[in-house]
């Protein structure tokens, strides 16, 4: 079963919009029970678990490659740039549009579209911030989310340098 797809820079029907044109929309996942948000804009869809083949030679994040309508598609864990483990060995995957190419995503799950007010993060720490992949924290209800640069998150990903495409 696939979950609803999301189509690069336009929100489904029945999607709620941030209706403040201050804020950003950006979808909501967990990984290893922390909660992140990346830019919608980003976003292509979400699969439930494909099957996986590993591939020699990829980098240490990649756990492999997956048909996706007729292209292989290279899935990547962000566990250890996000400094979190998936609470499980199969959850789902999210394929987004980075450094000029479709990569895909292990998260433990996608939430929901939230509006972000990106110029009103809390910055994180200076450790936190180095590698440019962490923009800041927002508040979500009780809960608090790291928001992530989509570019650097895919770079550090494929071991790629942000802005450059392979």
Known sequence: ?????????????????????????????????????????????VLEWPDVERVSGMPPAALGVFALRGRLVGLYSPESVLYVRRSADVGVVLVIHALGKRIALALDDVDEVIGVD??????????DAADGILLGIARHGDALVGVVDVEALAAACTNTMAGESR
């Open 1 to 45: 079963m696939t979950r609803p797809t999301l189509a690069p820079r336009n929100v489904p029907v029945g999607v709620p919009v941030p209706d403040d044109d201050l804020l950003t929309s950006m979808l909501l996942f967990t990984l290893g029970g922390e909660h992140f948000a990346i830019d919608l804009a980003a976003c292509e869809e």
């Open 118 to 127: 990106v110029a009103g993060l809390q910055r994180p720490r200076v450790r």
